[in-house]
């Protein structure tokens, strides 16, 4: 048996080390060649080491070791088309001949089913293996996590049934079955793979196993435990999974989700209502829940929790932000009281004509348009060494969600009436809520628009959403004694601020522009009159 030393690739003009994520083979294990064996994760993406040979694998290197290009990670001792002898009695009941590949893959995949592989082998169902690959789901996406299996390794599944959930940076995906036929899961939940890689796969089959008989017999019969988890208990899979680590019946959770199906952020907001039905509950439930929800005085409790694609993208997108702009901040004090006394004058009567209430954030997104004619150098962006200006303004909106910040985009919204852009508003920050927003929803804005007013700040230095040049942020309205007049009297102020690219804009620009909103936002006329 040759030895084929397998060591750390090349993976980047720039990375000069990768540490081990996780090992999808055991030590010993007969591995064959391209066979994905571990994930690399480097400073800057994910890869997959694959097998340079077929053999049994040596692991020489551990979860969580850091090791630079070129190190020994693991060895093969080469099996010349041999298997080995553990797992030579499957190999030879599936596969006489070596040389068919397909043949001696379906092999692998039945294993670890006992239940299914048997009748799958012995009736010569099984004709291929499909493999499951991620899928692309957004131009900008480069990687996804599997947040839930729906279904088991070994599992039969049919054409379209739900897999598992994938999730992104900026949505969650379903990924249906391909094929019909015996699931070999491959990635894990928590793992983040690459699109493009094997998630799974399917030793194709012309029917459910034997071991299945009512499965079988009728297959109609499977369906309904497949529709069971989304339809009767309205649950996603990793809606389920919150829902069941808290203890929640999810017949007790109204869904958002189509069909009235609990999606993640139901089953978050579900943790609120907890305490309320617990008193309802039997008696012997309540005594046993204080075991666990107490903690002794001074206690210094602490826990861990992985962070999700969505969270790790933000983070790595902010400080790359703060890295490479020349981030500037500029303050300024808005006088609400002309936009309030016009709100209050028309809210009920545009509410009933528009079915949509009148909010300060319309009064904003018009006035940010008007100054962005005025100052088109704030609505461009940097690409490569030109200056890029767009003519129309998609302007961003900063909604908070259960998962994170997103940041959902108005477009055209210099062509929109305030009625057209309180009723985008409201579509937008639901979608937003009930984890819906499309990519396309939440690519492409050329500036942003952040309210922390609504959780009480009084004053921010908000952060440029990348690759925009500026981003307005909205503050609390406070009653503040200002002079007018000569006379010192009470208004509603608001402070705002704009933080800016200094590379593209220079402070004039930035305070004039600022100005500008200010000067349309304490005379509203000027935004029905276009002056």
């Known amino acids: 048996m040759a ?18 994520g996780n090992w999808f083979k055991n030590d010993g294990d007969f591995v064959k060649m391209d066979e994905v064996i571990c994930g690399l994760d480097s400073d800057k993406a994910t890869f997959e080491l694959t097998a340079e040979a077929e053999g049994i694998l040596h692991i ?74 991620v899928p692309a789901v957004g131009e900008s996406i480069s990687e996804v996590t599997i947040a839930s299996w729906s279904k088991k390794d070994g599992d039969y599944v049919a054409v379209d049934e739900i897999l598992c959930e994938l999730e992104s940076d900026k949505a969650t995906f379903e990924l249906p079955a391909e094929a019909a036929g015996i699931l070999t899961i491959v990635g894990k939940e928590g793992d983040t793979l690459s699109i493009g890689a094997v998630i799974c796969t399917i030793a194709v089959t012309a029917g459910a196993p034997a071991a299945a008989p009512a499965q079988a017999n009728a297959p109609a019969a499977a369906a309904p435990a497949g529709d069971k988890a989304y339809s009767e208990k309205h649950a996603s899979p990793v809606a389920a999974k919150i829902l069941a680590e808290k203890g929640i019946d999810p017949k007790d959770v109204n869904g958002s989700g189509s069909g009235g199906k609990i999606m993640k952020d139901d089953a978050l907001k579900a943790e609120k209502a907890a305490p309320a039905t617990a008193p309802a509950t039997a008696k012997p439930a309540a005594a046993s829940a204080p075991a666990a929800a107490p903690a002794p005085a001074g206690a210094r409790a602490s826990r861990r929790e992985k962070m999700s694609s969505l969270r790790k993208t933000i983070a790595r997108r902010l400080v790359a932000v703060k890295n490479e702009t020349a981030m500037l901040t500029t303050f300024n004090e808005v006088d ?35 100054a962005l004619k005025d100052f088109p150098v704030i609505n461009a962006q940097i690409d490569g060494d030109e200056l890029v200006y767009n003519d129309f303004a998609d302007i961003s909106v900063a909604v908070s969600t259960p998962r994170g910040l997103v940041v959902p985009v108005i477009r055209n919204a210099e062509t929109l009436s305030f009625a057209a852009i309180e009723k985008e508003i409201v579509r937008l920050a639901i979608r937003a809520r009930d984890g819906k927003l499309g990519l396309d929803e939440m690519s492409g804005g050329t500036f942003t628009i952040t309210n922390g007013g609504t959780f009480g700040s009084m004053m921010s230095t908000p952060i440029i959403n990348a690759p925009q040049s500026a981003i307005l942020g909205m503050h609390n309205i406070v009653e503040r004694p200002v002079v007018v007049d000569g006379q010192i009297v009470v208004r509603p102020i608001m402070y705002v601020a704009l933080s800016y690219d200094h590379r593209t804009i220079d402070g004039k620009d930035s ?21």
Do not use: W
């Open 336 to 370: 609400m009281k002309p936009v309030m006394d016009l709100r209050s004058k028309f809210k009920d009567k545009f509410k009933e004509k528009h079915e949509v209430g009148l909010g300060f954030m319309s009064f904003f997104v018009k006035a940010v348009t008007v």
């Open 60 to 133: 020489k290197a551990q979860e969580g070791d850091t090791l630079n290009i070129g190190d020994l990670i693991a060895t093969i001792d080469a099996a010349n088309g041999a298997a080995p002898k553990e797992t030579a009695p499957k190999a030879e009941a599936a596969a006489p001949a070596a040389a068919a590949t397909p043949a001696a893959e379906p092999a692998k995949v039945e294993a670890p089913a006992p239940t299914a592989a048997p009748a799958a082998v012995s009736t010569g169902a099984t004709s291929q293996v499909y493999e499951m690959k």
């Open 3 to 20: 030895e084929i030393e397998i060591k750390v690739p090349p993976v980047g003009e720039s990375i000069t080390e990768v540490t081990i």
């Open 511 to 531: 305070v004039s522009f600022l100005v500008r909103v200010k000067q349309l936002l304490e005379d509203p006329m000027r935004l029905l009159l276009d002056m």
